[in-house]
C-alpha cells in the first residue's frame, strides 16, 4: 500500500449520515439530556405561572327573512356577509358595557372585552361567543350574557329608521355550558412541549457544537481529508507522563499493544521500496511524538530488529529524558565534527536499540540539518541498522521535521485526538508534501479508550490479548542490511 503523496480534494466535515449524527448524539449526549431537562423545568414553570382559566362556548345562528328559493338563496349570502362584521363587534362596548351593568362585574369594558372570543366558521352563518374566566360559573355566566346581549345589539343596529322589523335576526342556539375542566394551564401538554423543544435545542447544539469542533477524531476523516492511512490508534492515558515507554513499563497493557500494532501495520508500508528511515513529528507540540517514537523504537527491537534512535528535535530535546540516557554530547557534536558517531551512539536495553541524543542545543537547528553531514551522518546509520527513526520537531511552528523528512525514506505525522484541528493536520501534510517528503501516514494519538468517540482496542482486527508479546507478531518488513 503506497499512500498517495497528492492532496485529496477538501471534502466537508461533519456529520453526513444517520451513523454521524449518532455519534455526534451519543458523544454529546450530556448536552442533549441537559437541555431536556431544562425544557422541562420551562414547562413546570410555565404551569406554575399559569393562572387557572375555564371557558365557556355559546353558539348564534344569524338569520334573514326570505321567500322562495331565490329569496332563501340571496338570505343567506347576505346572512354570511353579516356574519364576518358581527364577529368583531361582539366584544365591543355596545355589548360589553351593558353586560358589566348586568351581572355586576367589577371590569372595564376593555377588561371583559378581552376575556371575549368571536370566531365565525367558514361557509356558515354561526357565530362561536368563547369566554375565558378563572370561575367555571363566571365564564358561563358571561357567554350566555354576551350572546343575549349581542342579540338585542344586533336588532337594534339592524332596524331601520321607520321602525320596521330587520332584516337580519340573530337567535341563541346554543346556550354556555358550565365547564367541567380547567384549560389552564395544562401540565402534560406544558411538560411535553417543553420537553419537546429542550430535546430539539440539545439536538441542534450538539450539531452544532460538532460541526463547530474542528479537531481530528478518528480514521475516517484522516482519510477523507488528507487522504492517508491511519497506522495506528493509541489510546489515552493519563499515567502517560508517569511512564512514558508504556511498551517496557507495562508491556501487556493495550496501550503497549496499540503500539506493537503500530510496529506490525509498517510492514505494509511501501512493500516494494521498504524504508530505511523514518521521520516522525507531528503539527504542533505536546501531540505525543516524541513517546511514540520512543516505544515504536522499543517495539521494533522486541521484534528483532536492529534500530537507531536519532534525537532530531534540537530544539526541545526529550528522547535522553524519556530514555534515562546522558543527552550532553550528541547529534550536534557529531554535525560539527566535534566527536565521532561511535562515540556518542549509546545503546538501550538488549542491544538491538542505539540511541543518538541531541546534544548541546546549537543556535541554528535548521541549517544543521539539512546540511551535507546530516545527510551523510543519516546514510551512515542506514548502514548500520535495520531501520532508522528520527524524533523531529513540530512542522507547524519550525521548518526542522520538513527538513529531516526530505532527507529520509519518509515521515509518519502524529496527530492528537480531539486537539489538532483539520486545518492544522492539512497545513503540517502540505508542508511535508511541498518539500517532496513521502507521507507513510498518521499515527492518531491520545485517542478515548472507551466512550462514543472511542476506537476500541482491536481496531485494526488483531483482537484482544493482553498475554501477546512481541514474538506472536509478524516482523517489520524494512530495509535490511
Known amino acids: 500500500m503506497v499512500p498517495s503523496t497528492s492532496p485529496p480534494s477538501r471534502q466537508k466535515w461533519g456529520p453526513v449520515d444517520t451513523q454521524d449524527y449518532l455519534r455526534v448524539l451519543r458523544s454529546r449526549w450530556r448536552l442533549v439530556v441537559v437541555a431536556a431537562l431544562l425544557g422541562l423545568a420551562a414547562g413546570a414553570a410555565a404551569t406554575a405561572l399559569s393562572s ?52 355586576g362585574l367589577g371590569l372595564s369594558p376593555t377588561q371583559l372585552a378581552d376575556k371575549i372570543e368571536a370566531s365565525a366558521p367558514l361557509n356558515t352563518v354561526l357565530i362561536d361567543v368563547t369566554v375565558r374566566d378563572s370561575s367555571p360559573v363566571g365564564a358561563q355566566r358571561i357567554a350566555n350574557a354576551v350572546a343575549q346581549q349581542f342579540s338585542t345589539v344586533v336588532d337594534t343596529l339592524e332596524r331601520s329608521s321607520t321602525g320596521d322589523a330587520p332584516d337580519v335576526k340573530v337567535s341563541v342556539v346554543r346556550e354556555a355550558e358550565l365547564p367541567g375542566a380547567a384549560v389552564s394551564p395544562r401540565p402534560p401538554l406544558n411538560l411535553a412541549l417543553g420537553l419537546l423543544v429542550g430535546l430539539a435545542v440539545g439536538v441542534g447544539a450538539a450539531l452544532l457544537q460538532d460541526v463547530l469542533d474542528t479537531t481530528v477524531k478518528g480514521p475516517t476523516e484522516i482519510q477523507d481529508r488528507l487522504g492517508l492511512p491511519t497506522l495506528g490508534l493509541i489510546t489515552f492515558d493519563q499515567e502517560a507522563a508517569k511512564r512514558p515507554l508504556i511498551v517496557q513499563s507495562s508491556p501487556h497493557s493495550s496501550r503497549a499493544e496499540a503500539f506493537r500494532q503500530l510496529r506490525t501495520n509498517l510492514q505494509f508500508i511501501d512493500v516494494d521500496n521498504p524504508p530505511s528511515s523514518i521521520v516522525l513529528t507531528s503539527a504542533l507540540p505536546q501531540e505525543g511524538k516524541s513517546t511514540t517514537t520512543c516505544n515504536l523504537a522499543i517495539a521494533l527491537g522486541q521484534a528483532g530488529l536492529r534500530v537507531a534512535l536519532v534525537e532530531g528535535d534540537l530544539r526541545r530535546p526529550r528522547l535522553a529524558e524519556y530514555l534515562g540516557i546522558e543527552g550532553a554530547v550528541g547529534l550536534t557534536d557529531v554535525l560539527v565534527g566535534r566527536a565521532g558517531l561511535e562515540d556518542v551512539l549509546q545503546p538501550w536495553g538488549d542491544g538491538q536499540l542505539v540511541v543518538l541524543p541531541s546534544g548541546p542545543t546549537p543556535p541554528n537547528p535548521s541549517e544543521l540539518l539539512g546540511s551535507q553531514q546530516m545527510q551523510d551522518l543519516l546514510k551512515d546509520l542506514e548502514g548500520r541498522v535495520d531501520l532508522v527513526l528520527l524524533d523531529a520537531p513540530p512542522l507547524l511552528p519550525v521548518t526542522d521535521g520538513a527538513i529531516l523528512a526530505s532527507q529520509a525514506s519518509g515521515a509518519i505525522v502524529v496527530l492528537r485526538s480531539g486537539r489538532t484541528t483539520r486545518e492544522q493536520a492539512q497545513r503540517a501534510t502540505e508542508t511535508l508534501r511541498d518539500v517532496g517528503a513521502h507521507i507513510y501516514g498518521v499515527v492518531l494519538n491520545m485517542v478515548p479508550a472507551s466512550g462514543p468517540s472511542g476506537y476500541g482496542y482491536g481496531y485494526y482486527g488483531y483482537g484482544h490479548n493482553e498475554a501477546s508479546s512481541a514474538d506472536t507478531l509478524a516482523p517489520v518488513r524494512v530495509a535490511t542490511r
Open 52 to 103: 387557572v382559566a375555564y371557558e365557556a362556548r355559546a353558539q348564534l345562528f344569524v338569520s334573514t327573512p326570505g321567500e322562495g328559493a331565490a329569496g332563501l338563496q340571496q338570505g343567506g349570502q347576505f346572512a354570511q356577509q353579516r356574519v364576518k362584521s358581527y364577529a368583531e363587534v361582539i366584544d365591543s362596548p355596545m355589548v360589553t358595557q351593558p353586560v358589566i351593568a348586568q351581572l
